[in-house]
């Protein structure tokens, strides 16, 4: 099992960055996936998840309204576009398997910063 993120980068407050995850190695039209992120110091945490369809979504509090999580099941890829950043978003943020909880060894992450 492999997830490949990317689309991180810096950006100002009120910003937008899109990340993505291409994973492989199982059968990702039939798995929820999530969206985490770990910023300093602190303990990784749950940023979204969808479900295989597409269709259930659940999201953090501290980022309802703002992203949005999405998947193409043809391309093997998750999304979480992320709208009005704040500086309390920057962190690494990671994709896994799993909607109500994670399956797989972590990738890599991206990094988003988010400063003015």
């Known amino acids: 099992v492999q997830f490949v993120e990317s689309g991180g980068g810096l950006v100002q407050p009120g910003g937008s960055l899109r990340l993505s995850c291409a994973a492989s190695?199982?059968?990702?039209?039939?798995?929820?996936m999530s969206w985490y992120r770990q910023a300093p110091g602190k303990e990784r945490e749950l940023v979204a998840a969808?479900?295989?369809?597409?269709?259930?979504?659940r999201y953090a509090d501290s980022v309802k309204g703002r992203f949005t999580i999405s998947r193409d099941n043809a391309k093997n890829t998750v999304y979480l576009q992320m709208n009005s950043l704040k500086l309390e978003d920057t962190a690494v943020y990671y994709c896994n398997r799993g909607y109500f909880r994670y399956f797989e060894v972590w990738g890599q992450g991206t990094l988003v910063t988010v400063s003015s």
């Open positions: 969808i479900g295989n369809a597409g269709v259930s979504t």
């Open positions: 190695g199982f059968t990702f039209s039939g798995a929820g």
